[in-house]
């Protein structure tokens, strides 16, 4: 592991913190995991592997992190605050769906670069995986399908909660902020 990806995964581990203190829902918010999720195809989906198994393994990397992102979603609180704007907050549950995604992330690049990646090469070969940068691939969409499903379930919940506010240009700080 890079210090580059050891500072992505310990931030993506704090994200959780900033989810569970009560924001408004604003384009900032949404915005932001959108543009991460760019960079991060960009910066790491070089190619997606179609030999053997390889895209069997991308879809259940993608369709994990897209399950955990509407889990985190729907047991995210969605409500308006005092001024009529869309605010969510994570609870425990929210907040556990998003560490399973990111501790298990976590968890196989540490498991790969520190005495588990025979086990992995030998894992791939007896299951039809072609290349590593399958895992890349199943990994990075993993990440890609938690976050951009998780912005997505709660920013429609916020929209349905108050449309006539939704998206209005707030900060991203707490419940009480005024409207810019």
């Known amino acids: 592991m890079t210090t580059t990806d050891w500072i992505i995964d310990l931030a993506l581990i704090g994200v959780v913190f900033l989810q569970v203190r009560s924001r408004r829902i604003s384009r900032l918010l949404v915005l932001v995991p959108v543009g991460l999720a760019a960079w991060a195809a960009s910066a790491y989906l070089r190619v997606i592997p179609t030999g053997g198994n390889d895209l069997l393994l991308i879809g259940l990397g993608l369709s994990l992190g897209v399950g955990l992102g509407l889990l985190a979603g729907v047991s995210t609180k969605v409500t308006a605050d005092g001024e009529g704007y869309p605010v969510s907050q994570a609870g425990a549950a929210a ?48 990440a890609i399908g938690e976050a951009l499903l998780r912005t997505g379930v709660v920013a429609y919940r916020g929209y349905r909660v108050a449309p006539d506010r939704f998206l209005a240009r707030t900060s991203m700080m707490g419940v009480g902020d005024r409207a810019q």
């Open 95 to 142: 907040a556990i769906f998003w560490l399973v995604g990111v501790g298990a992330r976590f968890a196989f690049q540490l498991y790969a670069t520190h005495g588990g990646a025979h086990a992995i090469a030998r894992f791939s070969a007896s299951h039809s995986i072609t290349s590593s940068d399958a895992w890349t691939a199943a990994l990075v969409l993993m």
